[in-house]
């Protein structure tokens, strides 16, 4: 679960912003919150709100930039591939800073770096709570690492060598996990669980959705295609799209023509021993169809072909390619399978642009559904949204609203509704189209658009 997240100096964010997850004085849906991890709770949900331009997506540009900075680490002698606030000429000569406070597995831990285009100039991991906090490593200066948290639980010689040689070993461009991910350093130590419990957290709880993102399902494990079916014919039914199942046509995955760089994000997702992902639901750019990727017993991949069934008139049914259903339609194919991950628990969804292409009754229908269901549920869903229908205090507390604002610098800003003095009846779309609470877009003066209106002369 995500419980704060810091950006300072990255694309439109120029001052430190916080993007919290912590519920506020409200007592209202308390199914909301998640249960407790040493006597902190955090929100399951909450939506981002903001006019074109204002920042919503490069939060959440922000938030992957640090999961792949992790997980992909940078090249040797490469930069650090980001944008800093372009309009403050402070700022372009500023380091960044990047922050998450998190609950993965029992604990909470604050992860963070600051950094440039060719250096990683700090980095930590704590261990935290209400009263206290516990360093498990600090890094300074690029190459001052202060790992004496490490060595009380790996106490052999050799052991803090190993550590102390990785960590001189991390490349000024590199993050210190990155380097003990890609290192055995694990096999050559007796304890760094709580390192290790932060690099999942990256791998298996956190993912990030954007409009065109070619691939959804993250764990997606249903163990049996029938119970799979069984599952989306109801989900499909239910989103009165007027299919009425789905198949499977099990195909040739080296016959397929995918794009190289797909085949091998597929099988790190899927053959890595850290993964804990067993099936993929993928979109071929190719050939636009939808496969099912999944890793079998022997640790190799299969793949299979969906298709949706539609019934014809005299009772029997027509098989169509998901790439002849509506966008639509494809849409909510994509969100099914994350829907079936957010029930397993664990997991943390970042969607940009939740509506596209979906029916503002649908979406506001699939926040109720999945916040009305989620009691027993520690898994969140964070999305950027234009869809003022979700602005209701029906479904979502004051809390979980959140609006972006850029100043007259260009610099955007975070604010939540729970700093406004509501009524929890009170009904909020209107105040907000009107620019009550911001967020939303200032238009200029149309009769300055002179150039359109001599055109027509």
Avoid at 44 to 69: P, T
Avoid at 126 to 142: D, G, H, L, M, N
Avoid at 162 to 191: C, G, H, M, Y
Avoid at 404 to 431: P, T
Wanted: one cysteine or more; aromatic letters at 10%.
């Amino acid at each position: 679960m995500l419980v704060r997240f810091n950006v300072e100096n990255f694309l439109s964010f120029r001052d430190r912003e916080v993007f919290s997850l912590l519920p506020g004085k409200g007592t209202l849906k308390p199914q909301h919150k998640s249960k407790a991890v040493k006597d902190i709770s955090v929100l399951k949900a909450a939506v981002i709100y903001g006019a074109n331009a204002s920042g919503k997506s490069n939060l959440i540009k922000a938030i992957e930039f640090g999961k792949e900075l992790v997980l992909e680490g940078t090249k040797t002698e490469q930069p650090i591939i980001y944008d800093v606030f372009k309009l403050d000429e402070k700022s372009i000569k500023a380091n960044s800073r990047i922050e998450y406070e998190i609950q993965h597995n029992g604990k909470n831990y604050a992860y963070g770096f600051v950094f440039d285009s060719k250096r990683i100039l700090e980095e930590w991991l704590y261990i935290i709570s209400k009263k206290s906090e516990i360093k498990v490593f600090e890094r300074k200066e690029t190459k001052y690492f202060d790992l004496n948290y490490l060595f009380k639980f790996n106490k052999k010689e050799r052991e803090k060598q190993f550590l102390n040689f990785t960590a001189q070993a991390t490349p000024n461009n590199q993050l210190f996990l990155t380097e003990i991910r890609t290192r055995k350093v694990k096999e050559n130590v007796s304890d760094i669980s709580d390192v290790l419990n932060v690099i999942d957290w990256f791998q298996n709880a956190l993912t990030v959705i954007y409009p065109n993102s070619k691939s959804i399902g993250k764990k997606f494990e249903l163990k049996e295609n029938t119970d799979l079916q069984k599952l989306f014919a109801e989900m499909l039914e239910y989103f009165d799209t007027g299919i009425d199942g789905i198949e499977f046509q099990k195909v040739d995955i080296e016959k397929l023509e995918i794009p190289e760089t797909i085949i091998k994000q597929t099988k790190n997702d899927l053959l890595s021993e850290k993964s804990e992902k067993n099936r993929e639901f993928l979109l071929n750019p190719i050939d636009n169809k939808y496969y099912i990727i999944s890793r079998t017993k022997d640790n190799a991949l299969e793949a299979e072909l969906l298709k949706t069934k539609h019934k014809v008139r005299g009772g029997s049914f027509e098989l169509f390619d998901l790439k002849d259903e509506s966008d639509g339609t494809r849409r909510i194919m994509d969100l099914i399978t994350m829907i079936i991950d957010f029930f397993k628990g664990g997991n943390v969804f970042v969607v940009d642009e939740i509506e596209r292409s979906l029916h503002p009754n649908l979406i506001k229908d699939l926040f109720d559904f999945m916040l009305s269901q989620c009691s027993n549920v520690n898994s969140q869903l964070i999305v950027a949204s234009h869809e003022s229908t979700l602005l209701t205090q029906k479904i979502l507390r004051k809390d979980e609203i959140w609006f972006v604002v850029k100043d007259k610098q260009g610099a955007s800003h975070l604010h939540s509704l729970e700093d406004y003095n509501i009524r929890f009846d009170k009904e909020i779309m209107r105040d907000y189209l009107l620019g009550r609470y911001k967020g939303v877009p200032k238009f200029g003066n149309r009769n300055n658009i002179s150039t359109l209106a001599n055109q027509a002369n």
